[in-house]
Each structure stands twice: as structure tokens, then as C-alpha cells.
């Protein structure tokens, strides 16, 4: 086989066989496809496009391009969940500990990623002491103990994605349904996971902005899924504001830690759509069939103080100092806390999820490159939600701030990202739909 052909073949719209998808994929890994032809390939598939089964058999290849994690020496189905990624999304955090005190099986493995903020393993992190490199071994001895564990993945899992979303990143190839769900799907199937749960968020803080788009997306991975023999469901979510009050990695472990203490109300939108999630994740357990079964269990799981205690042991295995867990406040110290007021009084019309993002990121709670220093205790508490009266007088926010040196910069950004209305916006909805 010639990889010119192939990239004409693809360029021409024509359907790739399964051993011309693996010459290529082992060819990137191989060192005897180039970076410039596997971006030229990209590049015709972004315009192209790819069957059901040509995307089933990208993933396949993925898979086995490096290590695979077996976790079949574990009891019961092995759930994973997975975001697209937004901002304020801390459903990890509760959802993971609540599936477990429910009976489940949570065994994650996260990527680092660039994200605004940061993602679920900078948020572990931010509990001094805990450690996301574990070994297998000790990874599957904590998930016995404890029934949860999340990791960072492996530095040999699916290499053919690290190279393919490297050269995506710097050749406006990243946008294209069969690449981002190739590549999501690949790592979570090559992490061992028998089952999964997807968040997929559309908005304006996601990567498909409309509805429309990530139900394309969804339906994709789904069928990834369903070709490969791990069952999936895809949540479609709002993405058009945070979903929680907070953004930045300590503030975010406090807020997930107030869910478990049971401080914040069952019908907030982070708690909504963590049990949600929770909900599938129990049902493609086999621990309910109904999964509105589930929904008194998690909260019974809340109130007994059980995921609370799952999060907190899990984070003691990995090393963490559990005092941060018992008292979240010390999660977040900073110089100062600075309030910031809305431009003029009315209700907050328009949130653009992004543009918080970036802010929090400018004070140090995210990176703009891999190798920035994430400052655990920065970022930003909202204090009003999309739709809420407020009032010049008071705050909508608070900036928790240590390094001052891109602060004004970061309050104007949070200034424009909050549009001011004089009437109550439409309402949003927060689940769109669920694909399975
Ligand atoms: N997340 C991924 O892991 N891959 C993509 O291509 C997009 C989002
Ligand atoms: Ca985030």
C-alpha cells in the first residue's frame, strides 16, 4: 500500500478497508507515515468524512497503536464517564464517589489536556499530597478498597491519538465528527472501561456549539460503541454558562465536596446533571433497571455521608491529606479575595462560558500551554446564575487571586463575558436529550 494513494483515495471521497485504516495508523506510529501526510489525510477526512464502519475500525486501530489496560480482575462492570469539557464541570468529582457508595464500579483513567480551566486531574490535585500516577496494581487495589479511582492515563495508552491530536491541534483539523470521536472513544475503550457514560456539552463554552452538532457527535460515539462492544450512552448538556458556581481547581473540589456534604440544593444544575449521569452509569451497572430507580439511592448516598467518605478515602489512598476534604475551605486560600460588580443593574442575559474560562485562566486556575503552572487555589465563585436579578450594588462574582500580574485583564474579560439585560432571558434547557 502507498499512503499517497490512500490520502487521494480519501481526498476523492472514497470509503476506506480496515487494513488500509491500520497501514495508516501504524504507519503514524511507525515512523513511515509523515506528520505532513497523516495532516493531509486528516485534512481529507474533516472534508470527507467517514462511514459508521471506517469510524469503528480508526478507533480499533487506535486502540491497539499502544498499551491496553485489563481490568477484568476486578469485580463487576467497569464504568467510566467522560466530558467533552466545559467549564465549571465538576461532575466527576460527585459523580464518581456516588456511583461507587451506590455499588458501582468506577475505575477512570483522565488525560491532562489544555483545557480553560483545568481538567478532573489538575482538580485532584489540588488536595495536597495526591498522587495521579499510580501504577496499575495499586490503581485496581484502591477501586477494591474503595470502589472509585481516578488516574491520569498511562503515558503508553493510545499514542496514536497523542500524535494525531498534536498535529489536529496546529492544522485546523480539530473540528471534524469522526476524528473527536475516534479519538475520545479510542482512549476510553484502550482504559479498560466496559461501559460509558458520555457528557456531551453544547454551547457556547463547548466544542459543538449547537444542539444539532452534538447529537451528531454523540450518535457517532455511541455507535462506536455499539461496534465495539462497549455499551455507551451520550447525555447532551448546556454548555451556554457554567454548570457549576465555581471555576478553578480548588474551588471546584470544594463545590463537588458541598454536593457530598449535601450543602447544595437536589435541583442545581451540577447536582441535575450529576445524577443524570450517575443515574446511567448505575443502570449500565446492572444495579437498577430503571434509572429513575437510582435517584433515591444517590441521595440516600449524599445523606448518609457515604460519597463523601468514598471521595475522601479514595483521595487518602492516592496520598492526598485528607484534612482538605474535611475542611474544603483551606482548598482555597489565597492573598485576596476581590469582589466584581455587574456593569449596571438587570438580569444576567447572555453568559458566555468561554470568556469565564479564560478569565479564571488568566489569574493561573488553567493553561494557555502544557507546560504552565496551574495555582490550585484561584478562580473565580459566581455568585449569580444566567437568569438572575442583579443589582450594581452587588457582587456577581468573586476573583480569588494570588499572582496580581494579569489580574485587571482577567476582570475585564469577566465584565465581558456577563451581558446585562433589562429582562428575564428565555430559559435554557439543561439536559437536551440522551442518545443510547
Ligand atoms: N477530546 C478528545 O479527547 N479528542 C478530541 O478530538 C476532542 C476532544
Ligand atoms: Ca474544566
Redesign the pocket.
Known sequence: MLITSLIEKKRDGFEHTKAEIEFIINGLVDGTVADYQMTAWMMAVCCRGMTEREIADLTTAMVHSGETVDLSDLPGVKVDKHS??GIGDTTTLVVAPLVAACGGTVAKMS?RGLAHTGGTLDKLESVPGVNIEQPLDSFKEIVRKTGVCVIGQSKNLDPADKKM?ALRDVSGT?KSIP??SS??MS?KIASGADAIVLDVKTGNGA?METPDEARKLAKEMVAIGRNVGRRTVAIITDMNRPLGMAIGNGLEMREAIEVLQGKVPYDDPLVQVSFTLAKHLLRLSGIVEDPEDAIPMLKAAIESGEGLKRLRDMLEAMGGDPRFVDEPNMLVRVARIVPVYPNKSGFIGKIDAKLIGTSALMIGAGRAKVTDRIDPAVGILMKKRYGDAVSDNEPFAYMYVNDETNYEEAVKKLLEAVTVTDETPDELPLIYDIIE
Open positions: 467533552t469539557g488525560g491530536y480539530v476524528l473527536i479519538s475520545i482512549k466544542f
